[in-house]
Structures are given as C-alpha cells and as structure tokens.
C-alpha cells in the first residue's frame, strides 16, 4: 500500500495535467454542466492534495512508515556538515509544514481577497445605477444607462440587476433584447459568479501559472454557454445568436466588475458560442455525465479520505 503523501503528491500531480488536457478538451461544450462540475473538483481537489501532501511530508518521522522516513533518510545524508543530523531534520520539518501552512494561508485568503473585492464593487456599482439608470418598457424587469455602446450585463446578489445599454436598444430588436434578458436571468438564477470566484481567487494566488489563467477562462466561457442553454428554454436560438454578433460587432461585451456579460469582449469566445448555438451537437449520453460526475465526485473523496485518516 502506498503512503498517504505518495499519493496525495501523485494527485496533486495529476490534477494538474488533469486540468491541462480539459482547458483544450472540446466535448465539454456539449455538457458544460458537467464540465464545469469536473473543473471544479480539479481545483479542489488539487488544493487540498499539494496543502496535504506538505503536511504529510513534514509530519512526525516513521508515523508514514517510507513516507515518513524519506525526508529523515535524506536529511542524514548531510551528517558531515556542522549541524547534527537530528537537528536539520527537525528543521527541514519544520520548513515544509511551514510550507504547507502558508499554501493553505494564501489560497484561503485570496478567496477571501476576491470575494470582498467583487462585493465592494458590486456595492459601488448598485449605488451609480440608482443614481444614473433607469426603467424602460422594451426591457422588463431590467435597468437602463444612457451610453451610446453596446453592453449588456447583470450584477449578481441580494440586490441582483440586469443592465442594458441605450445603445443596445438601439442595436437589437425587441425578439434580442428578450433573448438577452433570458441569458442574464439565467445567470443570476444559477448565481454563476459563484462558480467563478474561486478560479478568480486562484488568478491572484498564481497570476503567473498560464494554465490558472486558462482554467478561468475556459470555465467563464462553459458558464455562458450554460446560460445559454437555460436561455434556449425560453427564446429561440437564433435570436440569441444573432443578439451576439451584433453586439459583438459593435465592440460591446464590456461589463464592470464582479458583473457578467452577455457578450465577451473575445472574438474567438463569441463564434464559438453563436456556432455552438446555430449548429448544435449531440447532447453527452447520461451515462458519460454520470461517469464524469463520478471522476468529480472521486476527485475529492480521494485527498479528503487520505486527510481524515492520516491526521
């Protein structure tokens, strides 16, 4: 049987490269449902491996059994140097608890960094419109400014609001702008920006790692494919797709922040959604989202499993 720190390291390992090998996966967009269920057990999963896996490597010598007494076996190798062995062992602990410690520190506080961040701005954001937006019948239920580009956006919570340009009324017919509304109430039915968060946090956390920022934003565009979906329930698909390009075109798709957008500012992420929408794919069968949902449930299971029992 291998040692809790083996294998805590090896799926610490291979949540990473788990997660390379999706961000360039393309069946996600058919079930970004379950995608996004997987990446985020990736992401949980990989934290509390690489914070368990310190832990572990720094815990008391022989409670491991191999695991236990590989840092002691290589700390002794370094008996000729001025230091005793036993010492340096104990610092070498010492310094990898450390670092497990201050892992587990930084990705609890940049969650909670983002989070006061996002609720500061939406707070800000709320208080321009009572001052500036308006009400308009062409857009029920929605919020108007008078500004002549195109946006289209909502801004999440308890006071939750959709936000429509003038000059999206102006761009769009009345058939898009209901389309529109139907993606951003999708939205903030599903709290979507709560999905987002946590790769937010993890892009403060390592805003050097390409494959963090990949992560974000191939989980930003799965949430809106995802409300796409929801919004097909209510309008056809056309109108949507449609809605997109104009304000694509338009340069809109701009949104403040802690806000999500109906339309990205990215060209390559808009025809990916309009094509998704106009030529759609074969759903995944049940039982492929089942077997992710199980990956993603294993995910977790396995480092919280080894966790419980080890400490």
Do not use: N
Not at 141 to 152: E, I, K, R
Not at 185 to 202: C, I, M, Q, T
Not at 280 to 302: E, F, I, M, Y
């Amino acid at each position: 049987m291998f040692p809790p720190v083996f294998v805590l390291a090896a799926v610490a390992g291979g949540t990473a490269l788990g997660a390379a090998a999706l961000a360039s996966a393309r069946w996600p967009y058919r079930a970004p449902g379950a995608a996004i269920l997987l990446w985020q057990a990736l992401g949980l999963s990989w934290g509390l491996a690489a914070v368990g896996s310190l832990a572990a490597l720094g815990a008391v010598p022989g409670r491991y059994g191999v695991a236990g007494g590989a840092l002691s076996g290589a700390i002794r190798a370094l008996r000729t140097t001025a230091l005793g062995a036993p010492t340096l062992i104990a610092v070498a602990r010492l310094a990898v608890l450390a670092a497990s410690a201050a892992l587990f520190a930084l990705l609890c506080w940049v969650l909670v960094a983002a989070s006061a961040t996002v609720l500061v701005a939406r707070r800000r954001h709320r208080d321009l419109l009572s001052l500036l937006a308006h009400g308009d019948p062409k857009v029920p239920g929605a919020l108007v400014v008078d500004h002549p580009a195109a946006a289209a956006y909502c801004v999440p919570g308890l006071r939750s609001r959709i936000v429509i340009s003038a000059g999206t009324l102006d761009l769009l017919d009345a058939a898009e702008l209901a389309a529109v509304l139907a993606h951003e109430r999708a939205h903030l039915r599903a709290r979507h920006d709560l999905v987002l968060l946590p790769f937010s946090a993890l892009g403060r956390a390592f805003p050097w790692s390409r494959l963090v920022r990949q992560a974000h934003a191939t989980v930003a565009l799965l949430v809106e494919m995802l409300a796409d979906d929801r919004a097909l329930r209510h309008r056809p698909a056309r109108e949507l797709a449609t809605a997109l390009l104009r304000v694509g075109a338009s340069g809109g798709g701009l949104a403040p922040s802690g806000a999500l957008a109906a339309a990205s500012t990215a060209e390559a992420e808009v025809t990916a959604r309009v094509a998704r929408l106009l030529t759609p794919q074969a759903r995944l069968p049940l039982h492929v989202k089942a077997l992710v949902c199980c990956t993603a449930a294993l995910l977790v299971a396995v480092p919280v499993t080894l966790l419980l029992l080890s400490f």
